[in-house]
């Protein structure tokens, strides 16, 4: 359908879906552009440490295991902003997308009936209040399955297609997670190798101290170096875990919240959609 260029829609995609808004190609429903998440966890990455760098914290202990624990910290915790920022995208795309629950797509008439006469009516207010609605998962399903209502026989097609597509839906959103999942495993894997390279750095340190002395109190002095460089290496693992059981956490409840969405958008067309449906022989 040709679209009035100026026209103020009730859901505008490319208005509202932040990634459009930064300049950066949407995602399509609730997927995260990678480039701009990656970006923006540079950035905070930056902040973060030019922060604690430039301040008092720098000399306390919480400064020390960011500063002073090497490369692998670093890359924990650009990963650890990394994936704050897709998961901030997420929700707020998640957010959007639910705002079409509330559109009135559907004419509010006790005796409306959708058929293949009517379903022209039901596109018409899709395409009145969205701007495009294959960027919204709801109306993408509705005018699919309305588009193909003159060539279906049975109502069971229709709710056949709803379910096909709602099924395709969630096989996108579990993929949609991968890159996020692969980074709650590579955190904790990132502070386990910083403690081994702090594990190997303290204990080589020690071992050239046998070496060149046999006096007892460089051995001892010598020592105590080694068990406070080991108390400090396992710093990075710490850490670690902790942001990475923090990312888990709201992964969880922000994917739970992404299938609650997905089960309403599929009740919806079949309550809307197939308990209204009406084919005509």
Excluded at 27 to 38: D, Q
Excluded at 137 to 143: A, E, F, G
Excluded at 153 to 158: F, I, K, L, S
């Amino acid at each position: 359908m040709a679209r009035e260029k100026f026209k103020q829609f009730m859901l505008d995609w490319q208005k509202r879906d932040i990634e459009q808004r930064l300049l950066f190609s949407g995602g399509r429903y609730t997927r995260v552009n990678n480039l701009l998440s990656g970006l923006l966890g540079l950035l905070l990455t930056g902040l973060f440490y030019g922060t604690i760098g430039n301040t008092r914290i720098a000399k306390t202990a919480f400064g020390q295991i960011f500063l002073e624990r090497g490369e692998t910290q670093h890359l924990v915790v650009l990963l650890t902003f990394w994936s704050l920022c897709i998961l901030a995208i997420k929700y707020l795309k998640l957010r959007l997308q639910r705002k079409s629950l509330e559109l009135q797509l559907i004419p509010d008439e006790a005796g409306f009936t959708v058929s293949p006469t009517t379903a022209g009516q039901v596109l018409k207010n899709i395409y009145d209040q969205v701007d495009d609605p294959k960027h919204f998962m709801l109306t993408n399903r509705i005018v699919m399955a309305l588009s193909n209502l003159r060539n279906l026989g049975r109502v069971g097609d229709v709710d056949e297609i709803l379910r096909s597509q709602a099924s395709q839906d969630e096989s996108a959103m579990e993929t949609s997670y991968s890159l996020l999942q692969g980074f709650i495993w590579a955190i904790p894997v990132l502070g386990f190798i910083g403690t081994v390279l702090g594990l190997s750095k303290a204990i080589g340190g020690f071992s050239s101290v046998l070496k060149t002395t046999d006096d007892v109190t460089q051995i001892s002095d010598s020592l105590q170096g080694v068990t406070g460089g080991l108390a400090t290496a396992f710093d990075t693992t710490l850490i670690a875990l902790i942001a990475a059981l923090i990312i888990q956490l709201i992964m969880v409840v922000l994917k739970k919240a992404e299938e609650e969405f997905h089960d309403e958008a599929l009740e919806y067309g079949i309550q809307k959609i197939v308990g209204r449906l009406r084919l005509e022989n």
